[in-house]
């Protein structure tokens, strides 16, 4: 970065005229053009205005027709009179005029015949206060069109909502700032002056043209111009400075850059480019920061050589008035004649090519064949130049107020214009009202003092900022705006390497407001003051603006986030608006550049630094001297507070109310564990201020209202609606340190896999060690500090005595929040122990060359343990067992060099003991006895060893993992030491569940998501070992004699074993040993198909039926993977399971016992009403399987549907999948009728549409016999259905029959419908109350049926029962009263008899007859 400015001898005939005229364009690098700029700021307040009054109204005459009229007020009159002559910025003084707003309401007013008198007299009826109201609006909306080139005048609905939109949709001004009052709250405070040294003075006074000044932040120099001498001079040496004066041209301008790769020589780390008006030249510059002090050109801020390079470019006459340079070594040069040059240079010079060249980057071909007076207008000279390396951008900054951005291609070789924003002042202002009022010298003028490239990590949308003359920061994007607002998850986490689509002004930053010195209540009268930048730093969101104090002192303003607000604003919402902290420091002399000092990465957050991160310095150059300034980082600010001799608690609230109770905390702990070179620089008074707000401002765990939320409420312990606990600040606080301290090793790789040498890849340690020790060093301080202050054991904080914070609040509330504080304390003391050890491990698997300790574990080992997060080694069990694996691989490299592992041993206990414990001890020394009894050549000896081995394993048999007792195992096995694979195995087993709890989860049946499984697991791997030994020896112990000698009275052991007799095909030895866990063993877990046909057959063979039925329905509902069991099997069981679950209701009828699976004793009654609840499940499941089974066969008729058919053999599908999945939406409707009988899913709509459905299918079909088709149908689904009331509705079906019969009158038989419904199994009588009530309905109205039908039907009725009913008396007489088919007589007989009088009514004698003889037939034979 480049920062400079030049100084002016006030006699100016020194100058050389041709130069002078050469470089009258210069408005960037010189301080007399800022004066020049600014004079004519001040020529325009005083009404000299480049374009003349006369022109003026000449011009608005010709724009409008209202040429008579003036502005009503001063402030009109400004509005008019006083714009810019700058024709890129503004259209011209007649659009302004035309589009003022009273202007044009006037002209509105014209156009609708209103006379010029009238049009006058109704503005003037507005007030000055309400013009001033609107004219804001229509000012941003006028703005807003001019720069998309519209007419406000003559406006779209659509544009108008984009308008509306914009505003509405982001964020575009800004200026909230909390303004430090006290001297110790400053954003940056000055530590000392450097001033300059007495012979740079004196070289001052031989100047004869120009002087400029600068910093070199990156080899720690500021470099002077002196007409032809460049001086370097280290400030951090003060006396020591470096002259150049080889040549003889005056120096224009100077820039320091990253050298071409392969250019120079190693030593060669920087470039300096000298300008003068006659050439360009590059000088090397090498720097050493490691030089000790005592040399010429070394100290503190090391030592620097220049180099001649030969490499030069003639000048011609340009003066260079900005130059910068890329990461990749190209340089780009401005010249005052508005043409950007690159400074070309290579190792040596080519066949076609020079060495050094000078490339005009903006001229075209044709502008060197065309005579001077026919080339077009002289581009602006550009003011300064800034690269974005990341991006590939250059950002140059015009006279005229304009940037352009030239895209330096995917590869940083190109040069290509992408945008030019030429209305920056016209968007800042349609995007800020405030940006171009509000100020009492009349409102600033977009004069730009600075660029500034925002990073790529610091923001993924913002690429530049500007910052204004004015103070004011303008923040531009390359990236689109549907990015910005609606697309941020989905923003790349890399730039793009391609040309930026827009250039764009997002948002403005107004300056700080310079009035804190006066009480809020009196700021509103004073005038606000502008700020006159001249010289501006912006870097990780801090800004230092030099503003012009008086003539001999600059006021450094400094602003920077306030992160407390911002975080705590975060947590109500997602967006918060930016807030910074802004403080004014006075420095001597005028600034002529800012640079930061030894510029380490840094966040944005301040919040998060620790006590070893430095804090951030900046240079100030100026012409006194360099100014030394530090940014005050919250932790600084509470120090700087804590050394007051008198500390009164309110300034310590008012701290905390700034940053909130929970920084505040962790920034006590920051300094209570600083490194002792803080704490030796720290007085005991702070030390002792700290811990004080610690314990007396913490605060203390209490309860909370929901509503409540707190700045820390993510972390809090909250109950589900009602109050929640909020743990105290200083909890809070110690989490946050903890974590900061943390944070550099957190997610960095523990281990990595690396190649040493060819297709070997070795494990290493993946953090760097300095780092480790860095962050274990923090964490001992802070364990130190917590073991000597009792209040934060765990242990200890239960008996101390606590406040309630509230009298409301009774002893065991008060006690059960000091009870969450207790528990989540131990877990982050757990969790910094842990930490602390992890990286003393890590230290010691480095001490022993963990490479090489990789060699012996095995690849796929290997893999799983490269690339282990640190986080996942402390807080995880995969962490924890990694440890394990590698604690074990350095065990067998030490016994593989035979050494012995005591040394190790005790080295890990001590170091990291909650990884390496005394039972690890006993185990590795077990290991070393097994591989020395493997080694020992007498019998006696290895069985002593082996022995030994087994006590110490036998001791620590709960802590061995299955893994380990499997290893172990084998080891044993291979000394042939049978026995001690069954000691060790049941040993482990046992001491693995001390109360038994794998065998009460197994005596309830092993529910699932039990916490007890894993331990029944864990056994069940140790049985494993026993059973895997006998496998290998089967041949021999394949007999009951050998099995019986095994332990029987372990019955979780002797499942394992039945286990593997079921795999060896040996059922039959099972039965034969007559063990007694048979039945828990066919009941065991994993069930085999072979197994459960096996349970339910002794089931039977016991004379369990009860327990057989229940066996076998869970069979016919089975799932399970391996269980092949078709369709048609499942209902097999099912129809098995209803016949044993009555045989079993039978039995204990009879007085038999027989004990359902449920319960085992259990009274007669209650026996019988279980089963009797499982015989009709039973029932209930057949009858959905039977509808299945129609499904299936259904779609094996179709054709077609073979996947879904073989899809029904899986499982038992409840009703609502077989209707969702298979019925509706394969149209089968008979099922779909099934379905609902067999649910009893009463939905009359929905069974209608199904029947109408069916029917009209039938109907339809044509091949299907009409009418008489759908009679059968009916029957056949009748006499399964009825007298289902959801799925055979009988007035339902009579109504789509007698609607069917209506439609088909040719087909059509007088008894079809009451004859229909009686072959589907439907009583006579019913048929006739369902008739009858249809009648009914119809004379009422209710029902759209023809009457005389529904009549003739229940006629036709009669006449059948009759036949019937005499049919079925058996000697043809009467029929019999009470028959369950039996009539209402009387019920049809008054009936007919009001058929008789309607019919009569009707003159419908034919039905009268009908129905007569029907009557007389009934009374005759009743």
């Known amino acids: 970065m480049i920062a400079s400015c030049a100084y002016q001898r006030s006699d100016p005939d020194c100058w050389d005229s041709t130069y002078m005229s050469s470089t009258s364009s210069e408005s960037g690098s010189t301080y007399s053009n800022c004066q020049r700029r600014r004079r004519v700021k001040r020529a325009k307040r005083n009404g000299k205005s480049a374009v003349g009054d006369s022109d003026l109204m000449a011009g608005v005459k010709e724009a409008a027709p209202l040429d008579s009229m003036e502005p009503e007020d001063d402030a009109s009159a400004a509005s008019v009179s006083g714009a810019d002559d700058e024709s890129d910025e503004v259209v011209g003084q007649g659009r302004v005029m035309r589009l003022h707003r009273q202007v044009v309401i006037r002209n509105a007013f014209l156009s609708q015949g209103l006379s010029e008198a009238e049009s006058i007299s109704y503005s003037k009826r507005w007030t000055k206060q309400t013009n001033n109201t609107y004219d804001k609006a229509w000012s941003k909306w006028v703005n807003w069109c001019d720069s998309r080139g519209l007419d406000p005048t003559r406006r779209s609905d659509e544009d108008l909502a984009k308008f509306i939109t914009e505003l509405n949709t982001s964020t575009s001004s800004s200026d909230e700032y909390e303004l430090a009052l006290p001297v110790d709250w400053q954003v940056v405070t000055k530590q000392r002056l450097i001033p300059l040294p007495d012979a740079l003075f004196e070289q001052y006074d031989l100047l004869e043209c120009r002087c400029f000044m600068g910093l070199f932040p990156e080899i720690k120099r500021a470099w002077i111009t002196v007409d032809h001498r460049l001086f370097l001079w280290n400030y951090e040496e003060e006396s020591d400075f470096y002259s150049f004066d080889d040549q003889e041209q005056i120096i224009v301008s100077v820039a320091l850059v990253k050298p071409k790769p392969g250019v120079f020589v190693d030593a060669i780390k920087h470039v300096l480019v000298v300008a003068t008006p006659l050439e360009v030249f590059l000088l090397g510059v090498g720097y050493d920061a490691g030089k000790v002090a005592g040399v010429r050109g070394s100290g503190s801020g090391g030592e620097v050589s220049l180099f001649a390079t030969q490499l030069s470019v ?151 900022v500007v910052v204004t003359g004015s103070g004011c920061r303008l923040y531009f994007s390359t990236v689109p705006r549907s990015q910005r607002y609606y697309e941020t998850s989905a923003m790349p986490s890399q730039p793009a390497g391609r040309q930026p689509e827009v250039f764009e002004l997002v948002h403005v930053r107004m300056p700080p407001d310079l009035r804190a010195a006066i009480p809020r209540s009196m700021q509103c009268l004073a005038p606000r003051q502008a700020l006159n930048v001249h010289t501006a730093f912006y870097r990780n969101g801090t800004a230092l603006l030099a503003h012009t104090w008086n003539e001999d002192h600059d006021s450094i303003v400094g602003a920077a986030p306030a992160c407390a607000q911002i975080l705590a604003r975060t947590v109500r919402q997602p967006r918060a608006t930016l807030s910074e902290h802004a403080s004014s420091t006075r420095v001597e002399g005028r600034t002529w550049a800012i640079a930061e000092i030894d510029s380490a990465p840094a966040g944005l957050n301040d919040l998060a630094s620790v006590s070893s991160v430095p804090t951030r310095s900046f240079a100030v150059l100026t012409n006194a001297g360099v100014s030394i300034l530090e940014k005050q980082r919250p932790v600084d600010m509470l120090r700087a507070l804590l050394t007051r001799p008198a500390l009164q608690d309110v300034q310590v609230k008012e701290f905390i109310a ?94 990595v896999s690396k190649s040493d040498r060819v297709s070997v890849w070795r494990l290493h340690i993946g953090i760097p060690t300095s780092e480790l020790f860095e962050v274990q060093e923090r964490l001992r301080r802070l364990q130190h500090f917590l073991n000597n202050n009792q209040r934060f054991l765990p242990d200890q904080l239960n008996q101390m005595p606590v406040q309630p914070v509230d009298g409301s609040r009774a002893p065991a509330d008060i006690a059960k929040c000091w009870s969450e504080e207790t528990v989540s304390l131990g877990a982050i003391y757990e969790l910094l122990v842990r930490s602390s050890e992890a990286i003393s491990f890590l230290c010691l698997l480095g001490d022993f060359n963990l490479p090489v300790i990789s060699d012996s574990i095995a690849e796929d080992q290997r893999k799983e343990l490269s690339d282990i997060l640190f986080s996942q080694l402390v807080a995880t069990e995969a962490g924890r067992a990694a440890c394990k694996k590698l604690i074990l691989a350095l065990i067998n490299t030490q016994l593989k060099q035979h050494v012995s592992i005591d040394s190790v041993s005790d080295m890990l206990s001590k170091r990291c003991s909650s990884i390496f414990s ?24 290895a069985v002593t060893l082996a022995n030994e081995a087994l006590t110490l394993l036998t001791g620590i048999s709960a802590m061995l993992t299955t893994q380990q007792v499997r290893e172990i195992s084998e080891k044993f096995e291979a000394l042939g030491q049978y026995t001690a694979v069954a000691s060790l195995s049941l040993a482990c087993a046992s001491e693995s569940d001390p109360n038994s709890d794998a065998l009460a989860y197994w005596s309830d049946r092993a529910p699932e998501n039990d916490p007890r499984e894993p331990i029944y697991r864990k056994r069940v791997e140790c049985y494993r070992c026993i059973i895997e030994m006998l496998d290998k020896r089967r041949d021999s112990v394949l007999n009951s004699k050998s099995l019986a000698m095994l332990p029987n009275n372990d019955a979780l052991f002797q499942f394992a074993l039945y286990d593997w007799l079921l795999g060896q095909g040996q059922s039959s030895l099972l039965f034969q040993m007559r063990a007694p866990f048979v039945e828990k063993f066919l009941s065991l877990e994993p069930r085999t198909l072979e197994k459960c046909d096996m349970l339910w057959q002794f089931y039977i063979h016991e004379n369990q039926f009860g327990k057989a039925s229940l066996v076998q329905r869970e069979l016919a509902s089975s799932s399970r993977e391996g269980f092949d069991i078709d369709l048609a099997r499942r209902i097999e069981y099912l129809s098995l399971s209803i016949s044993n679950g009555k045989i079993a209701i039978d039995m204990v009828r009879g007085g038999q016992q027989t004990r359902v699976a449920t319960r085992e004793l259990l009274s007669e009654e209650e026996e019988t009403n279980e089963l009797a609840t499982m015989l009709r499940e039973s029932e209930d499941l057949l009858e959905i399987a039977q509808v299945q089974l129609e499904i299936q066969q259904q779609l094996r008729s179709l054709g077609g549907h073979d996947t879904l058919a073989s899809e029904l053999d899986h499982r038992l599908f409840n009703v609502t999948e077989l209707y969702g999945q298979f019925a509706e939406p394969l149209r089968l409707w008979d099922a779909m009728l099934l379905i609902l009988k067999a649910s009893n899913h009463d939905d009359p709509n929905l069974a209608k549409s199904i029947w109408l459905a069916n029917l009209r299918t039938v109907l ?111 000697d043809g007489g009467s029929p019999l009263i009470g028959h369950e088919d039996s009539m209402p007589v009387m019920a049809m007989d008054e009936a007919l008899s009001q058929y008789i009088i309607n019919a009569t009514l009707n003159n419908n004698a034919e039905l009268r007859s009908e129905l007569q003889r029907v009557q007389e037939h009934i009374r005759r034979i009743f």
């Not at 502008?367 to 990341?390: I, N």
């Not at 929970?662 to 803080?678: K, R, V």
């Not at 005394?918 to 006895?929: H, I």
């Not at 009648?1335 to 039907?1353: H, N």
């Open 1260 to 1370: 339809d079909d044509s091949q299907s016999t009409g009418l008489m088709a759908v009679a059968s149908k009916v029957v056949r689904l009748g006499g399964r259905l009825y007298p289902s009331a959801a799925a055979f509705s009988l007035p339902m079906v009579a109504e789509i029959l007698v609607e069917l019969s209506l439609e088909r009158r040719e087909e059509y038989q007088v008894g079809y419908v009451g004859d229909t419904l009686v072959r589907a199994t439907v009583p006579h009588w019913a048929v006739f109350e369902t008739l009858n009530a249809m009648y009914v309905g119809t004379a009422a109205g209710g029902q759209d049926v023809d009457a005389e039908f529904v009549v003739r039907e229940i006629a036709a009725l009669a006449n059948a029962w009759m036949d019937s009913a005499q049919c079925g008396s058996g």
């Open 658 to 751: 700034a940053y909130g109770l929970n920084e505040t905390c962790a920034m006590c702990f920051t300094i209570l564990c600083a490194d002792d070179y803080s704490l030796h620089s720290m007085s005991m008074q702070v030390l002792n201020a700290a811990r004080r707000i610690l314990f007396e401002f913490g605060g203390v765990p209490h309860f909370v209202e929901p509503l409540a939320v707190g700045f820390a409420a993510a972390s809090d312990v909250s109950e589900a609606n009602g109050p929640r606990i909020q743990l105290s600040g200083r909890h809070h606080g110690l989490a946050m340190y903890l974590a900061r301290v943390l944070q550099p090793v957190w997610g960095l790789h523990a281990t």
């Open 314 to 464: 003639p000048a011609d006459g340009v003066a260079m008035t900005s130059i910068c340079g890329t990461a990749d070594g190209r340089v780009f040069m401005s010249g005052n004649d508005g043409a950007l040059y690159e400074f070309a240079y290579q190792s040596e010079d080519g066949w076609l090519t020079k060495k050094a060249k000078k490339i005009n980057l903006t001229s075209t071909i044709a502008s060197y064949f065309l005579p001077t007076f026919f080339a077009a207008k002289r581009e602006q000279a550009a003011l300064s130049m800034v690269v974005d390396d990341v991006r590939r951008l250059l950002y140059v900054l015009l006279q005229d107020g304009s940037i352009k951005v030239v895209w330096l291609g995917a590869s940083g070789a190109e040069f290509l214009l992408a945008h030019h924003h030429r209305s920056i002042a016209t968007t800042a202002g349609l995007l800020c009202s405030q940006f171009n009022e509000g100020f009492s010298d009349g409102g600033p003028v977009l004069e730009i003092a600075s660029m500034h490239v925002i990073p790529f990590s610091e923001s993924r949308t913002l690429s530049l």
């Open 918 to 941: 005394d039972s690890d001890v006993a185990l590795y020394k077990a290991l070393e006895y097994l591989k020395l009894a493997a080694e020992a050549e007498e019998g006696a000896e």
